[in-house]
């Protein structure tokens, strides 16, 4: 069974004008679609075929195949963006806004999201991930994925030029007020944190 695209769990213009319709019809339907694509036609008629996209990422890093790694991982990583993304703005409760009040509480949480991100050099991520119950904010580089967080991760920002090019230029501050004021989905970051561990790609 081939590794399929995760539909996008809202309408194309859900989240505007943070991140427009266009710019998710060319992240989600072309960027995220051709990390899938590859990575199925990595793994086409090899003992990797049917295997879970975690499955190919572990044995991606094991074989030290970039290619694969590159891609599955992608995939996984936008399937996690998407699902971190709200079109209308939460606010954290429960078990959550325990660890965020620890943290130093939700301003300085995401102060340290916008201040990460901004500061982050080149393509990645920006990521919240909780260790031993403790909120912690990680960023990786390229397509490096939760297997290289020192915590399990609860929500995470892409910041490839990609994501955010198109609505806010280069911005990237602006980019990042936008979607962590307005669009970050708590509930999927409480439920990850329910759970304690690695979210699981949709087969
Ligand atoms: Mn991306």
Same mark, same amino acid.
């Given at each position: 069974m081939a590794i399929t695209l995760m539909p996008l769990? &809202?309408? +194309? /213009? %859900? *989240? #505007?004008? %943070?991140?427009s319709a266009t710019t998710l019809q060319t992240h989600h339907g072309k960027h995220h679609k051709t990390y899938v694509d590859r990575t199925n036609a990595a793994i +086409? =008629?090899? /003992? *990797? %075929? =049917?295997? @879970?996209l975690e499955d190919l990422i572990a044995a991606a890093e094991a074989k030290g195949d970039k290619g694969l790694f590159n891609n599955a991982a992608q995939t996984w990583n936008h399937a996690f963006y998407w699902n971190s993304l709200s079109p209308a703005a939460q606010a954290p409760s429960g078990d959550l806004a325990a660890a965020i009040d620890a943290f130093g509480g939700l301003d300085a949480l995401k102060a340290e999201l916008a201040a990460q991100g901004a500061g982050h050099f080149a393509s990645g991520w920006v990521w919240l991930t909780v260790k031993d119950g403790k909120l912690a904010v990680e960023q990786t580089h /390229?397509?490096?994925? &939760? @297997? #290289?967080? @020192?915590g399990t991760p609860l929500l995470v920002i892409d910041l490839w030029e990609h994501a955010y090019y198109l609505d806010h230029r280069n911005v990237r501050p602006d980019y990042l007020k936008a979607v962590i004021d307005g669009h970050l989905a708590w509930d999927f970051a409480a439920a990850n944190l329910a759970s304690g561990s690695v979210w699981s790609y949709p087969a």
């Open positions: 769990p &809202y309408a +194309e /213009d %859900a *989240l #505007s004008p %943070a991140i +086409e =008629g090899t /003992d *990797l %075929a =049917g295997k @879970s /390229d397509a490096a994925t &939760y @297997s #290289s967080l @020192s």
